[in-house]
Nanobody, 125 residues
């Protein structure tokens, strides 16, 4: 059983919206800061958005700022990424990440020790 499980990916036209969800396994220690990263073949995994444990401090990559919104529901052990005004360059596998070591959001991969398997987002022109 995975610690983090993503869902909600799919194919969408440019300008459309998708909502990604990340479920934290009940057997996993509570996650503090959580984030979303994305990756396309041949490129490094890159930061998209992250959120503090309390949910009141988000942090976004410049490329998604104003279009993506990260949120969380700790009672349900869920994290969400609402993606609006999608562009073809948003295409990639989106990974949910979590850490039990820090409460503030981080854009750095090394700060997260838990990762999901990813969900594919494809934005057509």
């Amino acid at each position: 059983q995975e610690d983090l499980v993503e869902s909600g990916g799919g194919l969408v036209q440019a300008g459309g919206s998708l909502r990604l969800s990340c479920a934290v396994s009940p057997r996993t220690f509570i996650m503090h800061a959580m984030g979303w990263f994305r990756q396309v073949p041949g490129k490094e995994r890159e930061f998209a958005a992250a959120i503090s444990y309390t949910g009141d401090i988000p942090h976004y990559a410049d490329s998604v700022k104003g279009r993506f919104t990260i949120s969380r529901d700790n009672a349900k052990r869920m994290v969400f990424l609402q993606m609006d005004s999608l562009k073809p360059e948003d295409t990639g596998v989106y990974y949910c990440a979590g850490t039990g070591r820090r409460v503030l959001p981080s854009p750095h991969l090394k700060d997260y020790e838990y990762w999901g398997q990813g969900t594919l987002v494809t934005v057509s022109a």
